[in-house]
């Protein structure tokens, strides 16, 4: 043990011209409680070459959660702590305050603040436990991990990476926050409130770069923000900015698992180059607070693609995807990246854009009506595409049309297939469970089955319910036989959907069996009809009496509402039929 917790117990460790404290060859080892790199009121800086360097050493700690455990390691040349080499694995690094001064809100950096390389890896840098989070802020870069190996599987969590004590001011690493450089399976961050990192007010928050930088989980951080989520505190880049590295996921589907990705100088997250395939972005926050309604944007796109395919934004999880400066989702070039059930509303420049041969240019959905009622809102269009080929058609609608015309994507709706025909062109009608207001402007878009998603289709109003409406009938009764009473059935406006209702008769002071027949039944109005007719068959009556009447009854629509519940029917006996003064 170097140090310790007890008043006094601390060593400071500065001005040496190689390392501050090494470990070689060892394990097991503590150190606690000790100012490295610094002066000794912990103000200024007294380098050392590297502070703490722990090398082919299992298994030590650097820092604790006790009070007093933690070590102020700043101020030195090279990294603050650095390990490396095949035999260092477990490690941990908790407590610390790495590149600040002693109170945690001044700069006194490190080279980086703390590098895992060369072999090792499986090190814990911070942790769930409460006091066991580091300050990695003010260094060159905040935390390295650049294992060639296949080790990697390194866990940071619980950590301000680029703040001052608590999380409420910047204090940045200068490049990256966190800098993956070919090591694989770490995570960073975690679904829990106690795992998460605030990592902002860097140069960049997340930089995950090569080959070998594959299964890499980064879920539950605030990148650009305060630690309370709903103040900006951006890096001056990007968010997240990850370039030829394949199968790593932002966020996730467990409940925790999203990040939120806001007030970012650049875009939010940018995936760049063509190793950069098959990363998930799933569950985040992109541009807004962390209650994902209030504007936190970033100057960029929320998400920008750019060489990169085969990729998934959203999907098994949605993304919330707004106010940002540029696009909400841009892929500039590749294919086959799969944008599905984000929530995309109020970001500068559009929703989706796709530029030249990016998503092989795959084409958006004509959306031609869109009626609301009660059994949902029926939505139609058209496509034309690929010829012979099924396209999944999502649709969304939002709270107003965008500028563009183009429209965004604020809430899904729901999914249907279209199959073009052997020159490419295909028809949809679905019926989505949500019922929306008239005005309502709803959008979609088109994914073939390389998973090329389309921009969002033109923006078209949807109508409130069509009304259906029944008029009052006069019939003459007969001195023999029967009379028919015809009653007319309107729909108003035409439906691009099948409409049904029901009808029912009841006695006024007519009475069924005796001077009408009892009827019911439903009517239909198929696709474009407009009016119907009910017919009641009138018995004849040879003896004079007043005039009767009797009423039929409307009820149960689909795919409508009614205007009028009842129609009149009256039965005049004896001569003709009387004319009405007034029609309305």
Do not use: W
Not at 218 to 245: H, M, Q, R, Y
Not at 316 to 330: E, H, Q, S, T
Not at 400 to 411: E, L
Request: charged residues 10%; hydrophobic residues 35%; aromatic residues 4%.
């Amino acid at each position: 043990t170097i140090g310790g917790t007890a008043t006094g117990a601390g060593n400071l460790i500065s001005g040496n011209t190689g390392t501050g404290i090494e470990f070689f060859q060892s394990g097991s080892n503590s150190v606690t409680g000790n100012m490295i790199g610094t002066s000794g009121d912990g103000a200024t800086a007294v380098p050392n070459a590297v502070g703490i360097l722990i090398n082919d050493s299992a298994s030590d700690t650097v820092g604790g959660t006790a009070t007093g455990a933690g070590n102020l390691i700043s101020g030195n040349t090279g990294d603050g702590v650095h390990i490396t080499g095949a035999q260092s694995v477990s490690d941990v690094v908790l407590g610390n305050l790495i590149g600040t001064d002693r109170t945690g809100t001044a700069s006194i950096g490190n080279g980086n603040g703390v590098e895992v390389e060369g072999g090792a890896g499986q090190a814990t840098i911070g942790g769930v436990a409460a006091g066991s989070g580091n300050v990695i802020s003010a260094n060159f870069n905040g935390v390295v991990l650049s294992s060639s190996t296949a080790v990697g599987q390194n866990l940071v969590q619980g950590n301000e990476i680029g703040t001052s004590l608590g999380g409420a001011a910047a204090l940045g690493n200068k490049l990256f926050g966190v800098f993956v450089n070919g090591s694989p399976n770490n995570t960073i961050g975690g679904t829990t409130t106690a795992a998460r990192n605030v990592i902002s007010g860097n140069g960049t928050g997340v930089r995950i770069t090569t080959n070998g930088a594959s299964g890499n989980v980064v879920e539950g951080n605030f990148v650009g923000t305060d630690a309370t989520g709903t103040k900006p505190l951006g890096n001056v880049n990007e968010g997240i900015f990850l370039d030829n590295a394949p199968n790593n996921i932002f966020g996730g589907t467990l409940a925790g698992s999203g990040n939120v990705v806001s007030a970012n100088g650049a875009s939010g997250i940018r995936l760049l180059d063509t190793q950069a395939t098959g990363n998930k972005i799933q569950g985040n926050d992109i541009g807004t607070d962390a209650s994902g309604k209030k504007p936190l944007a970033n100057a960029g796109n929320g998400v920008f693609i750019v060489n990169a395919s085969s990729n998934t934004v959203g999907s098994a999880k949605r993304n919330v995807i707004a106010f940002n400066g540029g696009d909400g989702v841009l892929v500039q070039s590749g294919v086959g990246n799969l944008i599905s059930r984000n929530s995309i509303s109020g970001n500068v420049t559009g929703g989706i854009s796709l530029g030249t041969g990016a998503n092989n240019n795959q084409s958006a959905p004509v959306l031609l009506d869109a009626e609301s009622g009660s059994n949902g809102t029926a939505i139609s269009g058209t496509l034309a595409s690929a010829p012979s080929t099924t396209y999944t058609i999502e649709l969304f609608s939002n709270a107003v049309c965008d500028s563009s015309g183009s429209g965004q994507g604020r809430t899904f709706l729901g999914a249907a297939t279209a199959t073009t025909d052997g020159s490419g062109n295909a028809t949809f009608i679905t019926t989505v469970a949500k019922e929306l207001g008239g005005g309502t402007p709803v959008t979609s878009t088109a994914t073939d089955p390389g998973m090329d998603t389309s921009q969002f289709s033109a923006c078209l109003s949807a109508q409130g319910p069509s009304t259906v409406y029944i008029r009052d009938a006069v019939v003459t009764q007969p001195k023999s036989g029967t009379a028919t009473a015809r009653f007319l059935v309107t729909l108003s406006p035409a439906s691009a959907q099948t409409v049904t209702v029901h009808y029912a008769t009841s006695d006024g002071t007519a009475l069924a069996g005796t001077d009408y027949a009892a009827q019911s039944g439903v009517v239909t109005f198929a696709a474009g009809q407009t009016a119907a007719t009910i017919g009641v068959t009138i018995d004849a009556d040879a003896a004079s009496s007043p005039n009767e009447s009797f009423f039929v009854n409307l009820s149960s629509p689909t795919g409508s509402v009614i205007g009028d519940t009842q129609a009149l029917g009256t039965i005049v006996n004896g001569g003709p039929v009387p004319r009405p003064s007034l029609y309305i």
